[in-house]
């Protein structure tokens, strides 16, 4: 009964920014950890970014100080602010959670970074 499904995405320059969303049915969403990973071509999915049930943000090194997670537990969404992007950001982005033990992911939505 899990669902999540992103928006958002689309293609910039360097230099740009882009915020991809996700919003969560099926759970408890104010209980739940939300994180986004990526998944370039050719390399396996990475994790990016978490945020916890009380909001406290992490961050995969690469994107310190450039992206930034959110949530609204009235909209039941996860966003991913992502600022100051490079080639090297362009990838599937998924939202994921984990339900008893199970990990569910949305569909993936596609961001390009490009000139």
């Known amino acids: 009964q899990v669902h999540l499904r992103e928006s958002g995405g689309g293609e910039v320059q360097p230099g740009g920014s882009l915020t991809v969303s996700c919003k969560a049915s099926g759970i408890n969403f104010s209980l739940n950890t939300m994180t986004w990973h990526r998944q370039a071509p050719g390399k396996e999915r990475e994790w990016v970014a978490s945020i916890t049930s009380g909001s406290t943000p992490d961050y995969v090194d690469s994107v310190k100080g450039r992206f930034t997670i959110s949530r609204d537990n009235v909209r039941r969404t996860v966003s991913l602010q992502m600022n100051s992007l490079e080639p090297e950001d362009t990838a599937v982005y998924y939202c994921?959670?984990?339900?008893?033990?199970?990990?569910?992911w949305g569909r993936g939505i596609q961001v390009t970074v490009s000139s």
């Open positions: 994921n959670t984990m339900l008893r033990g199970t990990n569910f």
